[in-house]
């Protein structure tokens, strides 16, 4: 593995705006083979995973990108001056679930589930761009369709809408939680 081609995969994931594919990488790096760049990315991860930097390379929404470690949060924050993240609220956190687990899916639909009428959470949503638009459905009213953006991956850290708990490790951890409490 040369080092040249580490540092290659390491500039271009740092001048990324959003998470850089496999795929993007590969067309990039055409001079090199597929595995000599998947090992290189796997080589990059494992050296920024360990305990001698503040950032590491995570995997999210389909691609890499530099994340600083959850240990220096607080000097971060005095840096941006943010007290803290952005908070969604309970509302927009149940309505952000449920198109995530129910996806695709409409307003009516999200609000059936919930119990509540969820307009104000899903506009909110829609703001932070954690949510978009993605087409209307067939049938009376052509309602507009919802769907998880790749910001919701890259906010919750998961590569991969399928990455999220099932609902039987939701019940596991909750079992959990309750026989600590």
């Not at 919802?146 to 019940?171: A, C, Q």
Request: hydrophobic share 40%; charged share 30%.
């Amino acid at each position: 593995m040369t080092t040249r081609l580490k540092d290659v995969i390491e500039s271009l994931i740092f001048v990324s705006l959003e998470p850089l594919n496999l795929e993007k990488i590969k067309s990039i790096c055409t001079e090199f083979s597929n595995r000599e760049i998947e090992d290189a990315i796997q080589e990059l991860v494992e050296s920024y995973a360990s305990n001698e930097r503040g950032i590491k390379i995570i995997q999210a929404a389909g691609g890499y990108l530099f994340s600083t470690k959850s240990e220096y949060d607080q000097w971060i924050r005095r840096l941006l001056s943010l007290d803290q993240k952005s908070k969604l609220s309970h509302a927009a956190l149940e309505t952000l679930a449920a198109v995530a687990y129910h996806q695709p899916i409409t307003l009516a639909e999200i609000s059936a589930l919930r119990g509540v009428d969820a307009t104000y959470s899903l506009k909110t949503l829609l703001q932070k761009k954690l949510v978009k638009i993605t087409g209307r459905k067939k049938g009376p009213g052509r309602p507009l369709i919802y769907r998880t953006t790749d910001r919701f991956l890259t906010y919750f850290g998961l590569n991969n809408i399928k990455d999220l708990p099932s609902e039987e490790e939701i019940l596991k951890i909750l079992d959990e939680e309750n026989i600590v409490d």
